[in-house]
Structures are given as C-alpha cells and as structure tokens.
C-alpha cells in the first residue's frame, strides 16, 4: 500500500490484512518503547481520518514495553507479533 494516500512518510511501511484492516509495519531488532507508540498512534490517526472504517493493526517482530502494548490496545491498535526469521 502507498502511504503517500494516508499523508504519511514514504518510509512507513503498511500491509493490507484483509478488507477492512490496515498494518503498520515495524522490521527492527530494537525494542518498541513509549516514544514509538505515540507516533504509532499519530499514524494510526492519519489512516482513520482518510478511511473511517479501517481497523489499524502493528505488525511487528521487535519486543513491545509492556506499558506500550497496553497503551496500543486502548488505542484500538490490534498486535500482530510476527515470527523472527
């Protein structure tokens, strides 16, 4: 997916799950702290502003703070952990 159409960085990576769910991808090793999420969040934002209806998922295979991962999911940010290879 382009990230261009959601007024995000062309660096932002994103999947299409299914119809209705949008993934932002994160590939590091590093991991996933408060700092990130709010920018998670902003971008997870920008997405439901162009596609009210979308779900917004993080799919990623980096460890997540485990205060992060709470503060994702009250956001509505569903956690896909992907299998490192």
Do not use: W, Y
Not at 3 to 22: A, K, V
Not at 27 to 43: F, L, P, Q, T, Y
Not at 72 to 81: H, N
């Amino acid at each position: 997916m382009d990230p261009c159409q959601f007024n995000l960085s062309s660096r932002t990576i994103l999947e299409q799950i299914d119809n209705d769910t949008i993934a932002l991808v994160i590939n590091r090793k590093s991991r996933i702290i408060m700092a990130d999420g709010h920018k998670i969040v902003e971008k997870a934002e920008k997405i439901r502003r162009e596609k009210p209806i979308t779900k917004v998922a993080l799919k990623s295979s980096a460890p997540i703070c485990s205060k992060t991962k709470v503060f994702l999911e009250e956001a509505g940010i569903k956690i896909l952990e992907e299998q490192t290879k």
